[in-house]
């Protein structure tokens, strides 16, 4: 396909199989977009485009994902703003026709009923950077894969969490990752411990938790590393399993009950949270 189209701060491409959106680097591009840099969204991933009136003078195609397809919107759980937005693609007003255009190619590679791959992971690929950030009490640090640490300042971290002292958390003992935008006050980034295990109410007072101040934990910075952190929880969550192993089990009640003897193993040890073992459970007697 090939076809290209830029707009102010980013520039799409369609081709076979995704859709390409190239961030533009500048002082007026907003520094979500110039983290972000490039992002392929496979059409899969999109339920619609739309196209509607901008701000002075503009007009404003929305490449719409799919709920729970993207790890950076899912992190964000709708708190961006809309100019923050990486879907969104403004263009001034008299270029309305070329990007309805746009919109109809758009929508019309879109699958009316895609396969549900969500259960593999997410269908877009977390952000690569960055994989650190200074929150306004420590530091924040991931691998990349496995491992998530909490480094906190002398100055700023409070009495309760200087008595747990730094903290690491491996991605296996997580459920996931709940961000609060530094945009607004009380913003914060808490790490999700598997099993519902209790903890403060208070992100402040919370050692899985950092909290956000005015020039600590920015957008660009806060969000990449929450999508990248939630990213790595859902791939350790669905581990694919060998086709030549899921066929032999189909209908082989054996196999289906070593599988679930399995499956009560990770949920004794507190790998698998009382609602992902009912759901799988529930699954793998499917299969007889």
Known sequence: MGDVLAGIHATWELESDALV????????????????????????????????????????????????????????????????????????????????????????????????????????????????????????????????????????????????????????????VEWRTPDSSGGFLRLLPRGGAPRADRPDHDPASVVFGLGYGPVHDSLPFAAAVLSAIRAKDRTPVPAGARGAAHGDPGAVAERIRHLGELHQAGLVTDEEFAAKKTELLAEL
């Open 21 to 176: 959106i190239r961030f533009e680097r500048g002082i007026r591009t907003p520094r979500l977009f110039q983290a972000l840099r490039e992002r392929r969204v496979p059409y899969e991933a999109l339920a619609s485009a739309t196209l509607a009136p901008g701000r002075r003078g503009t007009v404003v195609l929305h490449a719409v994902p799919r709920p729970g397809a993207d790890p950076l919107m899912e992190a964000a759980a709708g708190q961006l703003k809309e100019a923050c937005d990486p879907y969104r693609l403004a263009l001034p007003a008299d270029r309305e026709e070329l990007a309805a255009h746009w919109r109809d190619e758009l929508a019309s590679l879109v699958p009316a009923d895609p396969a549900d791959r969500l259960d593999t992971g997410f269908l877009v690929a977390a952000p690569q950077g960055p994989l650190s950030f200074k929150a306004y009490d420590g530091k924040a640090t991931f691998d990349g894969s496995s491992e998530v640490s909490f480094r906190w300042s002398s100055t700023m971290a409070t009495s309760e969490k200087w008595k747990t002292g730094d903290q690491s958390f491996r991605i296996r003992e997580l459920s996931g």
